[in-house]
Every structure is written in C-alpha cells, then in structure tokens.
C-alpha cells in the first residue's frame, strides 16, 4: 500500500524563535565572542537585573513565597483572572499613584507582562483590516506578537530632541478607521526616558480624538530617577480608555517567577460597552493561570514592601546611568542625546562617518562582541538604525570595565586612528 503525504506542516505565518530581531542578533553577538579572551564577558544586550550579583530580590519576598507554599492553602486551581486577594493587592497598590482607584475587578492577573500584552493584542485583532499604533524605537516582541494576531503594524517615531517624546502629529496622521490603539512604553525600552504629566495628557486627548486605546506597558514604574515622576497612564482613564500591563519582574528582580497583570482603567465603561472586558476574560479562559503560590504570596509581597531596598536598587541605577552617560561624553563617534531618566536602558547613537571600518550597528556589535567580549544590542534590532540599546542595570565594577572597553575599541577604529598611524609612519 502506497504511504500517504503527511498532512502537516508548520505554520508558515509564525516565526521561530531564531526569527525574532532580538534573539537572532544576541545568537549571532555570542557566535561572534572570542574564545581565547579570558575577561569576563559584560553583557548590556540583555534587560534582565537578575544576572547581576548586585540586584537580589528582598528576602520578604522570598519568605512570603515559602510561607504560601507551606501553608498547603495555595495548591490548587485559580480562577479565571486570579484569586481574588491577589487582585485586591495588585489594585491596592497601582491605586496609591491614580487618580481614579482601581477595583479587584479591574485586575487581571498574567503569566509576566508578555502574557498581558498577548491577551490584549489577541482580544483587539478582530478584522484582519485592524492596524495598531507602535512607538519606534521600541520593544520588539509587541510587533511579532501583533503580526502573530494579524495586526497591521505601524510605527510613530519617539522624538530624540524632545527626550524621545511621542511625535502625536505622526500619530495622527497614521491612524485611520481601522486603528485599534496605540502603545507606549513608560518609562521606556528602549529610551530610558519617563514621560510628563502634561505629554501623557496629550497622548490620552490625541487617542481620544482617533476613538483608539492606549496600552501603556508600565513594567519599570517604579524605576524613575531623574527630573520626571513617573505618572502612571491609567490616571487618564477617564479621558480615553486605558490598559496598563505590569509585573513583579522588574521592581522585585524576580523575571523568572512570571506574575505580572493587565488592568483596565475605564471609568466610563467603554470598553465593556464595546465587549472588550468579556473578550479579556474569555482569553483568560484559553489560557493558563498564574500558579497560585505566587498569587496567595502577592498581599504580603506588594503590601509589606521593605522600600528602602527597591531605593537601594533605584539608587544603583541611577548611579550607572550618570556613569554611562558621562563616559559616552568622551568617546568618539558614540554620543547620547538625553541621560537616562528611568527604566534600565539607554540609547546611544552612533556616527558611522567617524569610523574607518564600521559599517552599521551590527557591525559595531559585532566587532565590539568579537574584540572587547562587550554585549550591546544593536539599535535596528528595536527600529532605530545606527543606534545602540545599552543595558546599565549591571554591577557597577563591570560597567566602569565597559566604558574602558568601549572607549578603546571607538579609538582603535576611529579614523583619526589613520591620521596618528600616517604621522607616526611619516616621522619614524
């Protein structure tokens, strides 16, 4: 009897890991280390605190962990959106900086921010006409989610000049009868900058005008240094319909426990008007809870902060964005146009004219893995070519090691290398 053909095959909309801007260029980075360098790699491509002996979670958090799991109350089944204390903690304590508090209802509680960002993303496909509004530069996985939702991606530049701003006149000019919403990420990934009470007013009134929702993924709230406070989006609810996302990961430095929520501000109603709220827990009924340990620990974690050390934290933070950004002053062909102001990243742009043998980001990246066994992201990978996404949440030691690296190799390859290289030959 003849064998049939298979009948699958994969699924030819969805990339694989290996596709994704992000992880491609950090396989290709460590493919291109030199293995014969017996320094410590120093990795700034990476947004994860964790791997830095300096930043731990505090120990509250970690006893409030045990304590749920000893106490034999957490092993089962959550329901749908999260246990009910866990909810009532999460809107407690966003509500501290909101004008309008939140309701446990209001809570939905996620496996890490990524899950929320796909419920949302997930609820608002609809027709595949519908397009969303993403900022250039920034997080990468919102645009392969979105194209996995079949969502029209369509970018709105932050603006350097302007503390990387939202260009709202670009924004309005994008949008059109299918835009769904817009995203921002505040304080920003990959910016590093902490938007204004007033900026934000303006997001919220322009949105208001286009009839879309803003999503603002606020996963480093609380990481705000420099002359902005942060302001959460959700205080705007009642000018335009908002969805926050957040998660423990940042504030605690604890990524790999995967808690994170989706919160609707909406005080006029308009999203479960539209079946937007139905919509969000019908997902949630697809998809897998949060374990309950987590959750039953969530109260004592969020109510019970020991803020002196998530200070300390910020305080490290600080320190290492002053440094960067005081060291990149002095290298050539790297400048930064604004000092970081939150979050734990910021952008440095290159000027590839003053190079003799860089061609473009990746290249610099490349190189800069392969000689100086330095990790930085290159801007294209998060839509801003030439540019560099440096990652400063690391021990300070290794920083300091860092900039040194950076410094030597911008000089070994600067052109004005040459001019030294021609006198030296011309005079010996």
Known sequence: MMMKKWAFQRNSEQKTTSETPTSSVLTKLMSNLNQSDRRPIIPMAQGEPSLSPCFR??????????????????NGYSPTGGLLPARRAVAEYLSQGLTNKLLPDD?????????????????????????????????????????SCHLEVRHFDLLPEKDWEVDLDLVESLADENTVAMVIINPGNPCGNVFTHQHLKKVAETARNLGILVISDEVYDHIAFGKNPFVSMGNF??????????SLSKRFIVPGWRLGWLVTHDPNNILKQHG??????????????????????????????????????????????????????????????????????????????????????????VKLAKEESVLILPGISVGLKNWLRVTIAIDPSALEDAIKRLKSFCGRHSKKSISVECWLDHIS
């Not at 979670?57 to 957490?74: G, L, N, P, R």
């Not at 609810?237 to 957040?246: I, K």
């Open 57 to 74: 979670t505090i120990q509250m958090t970690a006893d409030a962990i045990a304590e749920a799991v000893h106490s034999a109350k957490f």
């Open 107 to 147: 809570v939905f509680l996620t496996m890490g921010c990524k899950h929320a960002a796909q419920n949302i993303l997930t609820v608002l496909k609809g027709s595949k006409l519908n397009n969303i509004l993403f900022p250039k530069p920034g997080f990468p996985y919102y645009e392969f989610l979105a194209r």
């Open 237 to 246: 609810g009642s000018v335009v319909p908002v969805v926050t996302l957040g």
């Open 276 to 365: 937007i709220i139905e919509s969000i827990k019908g997902y949630f009924h697809m998809s897998s809870n949060v374990p309950t340990f987590i959750q039953g620990a969530l109260p004592d974690i969020l109510g019970k902060r020991e803020d002196h050390i998530s200070s300390k934290n910020v305080n490290i933070i600080r320190e290492a964005a002053n440094s960067c950004y005081k060291g990149i002053i002095d290298i050539p062909g790297v400048s930064c146009p604004s000092k970081p102001e939150g979050s734990i990243f910021i952008m440095v742009k290159l000027d590839i004219s003053a190079f003799k043998d860089i061609k473009d980001d990746l290249d610099f990246c």
